[in-house]
């Protein structure tokens, strides 16, 4: 049987997603910068996307602005603040490091918290990095790789009651409708996030902007989405996170708890490996579970899993020929030959106890493979 366990790199589209999208794509065809009947109508599903997320997270209706996916966002909220100081994490998602890398290139000033080893920041250290002139504070809310889950509730207090002018910008790719969101209680400025990940389609995002904000446009052309993303909106897919939050949402803590249940039987197989050893925190989020088994290579074990169809990936990214080692991995402090047998498994809401039996036995002839070649 199938067990897809790459949740974190995509998930697959709920059937009732696919259905609506289908059905938009059919009944609204008009374009919602149109001022007739088919462009209202249009606008009109696009409302009751930003009303739906902008209820999931807290915010109002008007601070919802959709875009092409989170790197795009991530992209358009730090491009904004090229030259004023930043202080971010050592494990942020490519998209908010190698943006930042580039602007520190060109004089921005970038402070790295690094995490411990279970992968979450130090408040204190948070705290003895801010000064009145910090302009953006960016720190993930759930990491990608490892699952280490940071306080958002508690970066933001510090921040306001310090009194500093920071604005809080807060990457919920791994956390929308996973875990809650308030980003009046959070404190929180820009929040960005995509629908790929909560079984919608890919290429459809949103970013959170706190009212009064104005990030300038990545893109120069028509004044969709109140000027801050030019582009004829695409209705179908804007239109399907309306269908993804009605489904999520009222399931959420359900979810989390059928999901932790999943995790923590991966966890107590893999305990019975010596070799095995749980990276950052087992209680981070339950839909992410990285592990490390020492002086196995990761893509081997992979290619086994798949030989069952288990789908799973490795902590370190293939590029091109290259393997390159996880800057998550390595900031929370493992050693090369841990760095290099790293898989990650992501579960879904849409996980099931045969799957997890399944990937189970799926490592047991992955695993007993390797001890068979005097791997251990
Ligand atoms: N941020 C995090 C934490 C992610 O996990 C991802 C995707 O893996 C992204 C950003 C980028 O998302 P998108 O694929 O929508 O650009």
Redesign the pocket.
Known sequence: MECYLDN??TTKVYPEVADEIYRLLNEEYGNPSSLHKRGRMADEVILKSRSAIAQVIGASREEIFFNS???EG?NQILKNFRGKKIITTEIE?P?VRNTLRKLEAEGTEVIYLKPDGSGRINLDELESALTKDTALVSI?HVN?EIGSVNDLEKIGKIIKEGGYRARFHA?C??SFLKFPIDVRKFNLDFITA?A?KVHGPKGI?FIYIRKGLKPESLISGGGQEMGLRAGTHNVPYIGSFKKICEILEPKMEENMERVRAYKNEMISYFKTKKYARINGDENGSPYILNVSFTGLRAEILLRLLEEKEVYVSTGSACSEKNMKDSHVLSAIGLKDNELKGSIRMCFSDTTTEEEIKAAKEAFEYALGFAERIGKH
Do not use: L, P, R
């Open positions: 974190c790199a996916c989170a790197s991530n998602h998209s993930m990608n990457d790719v791994q995509s790929h995002g």
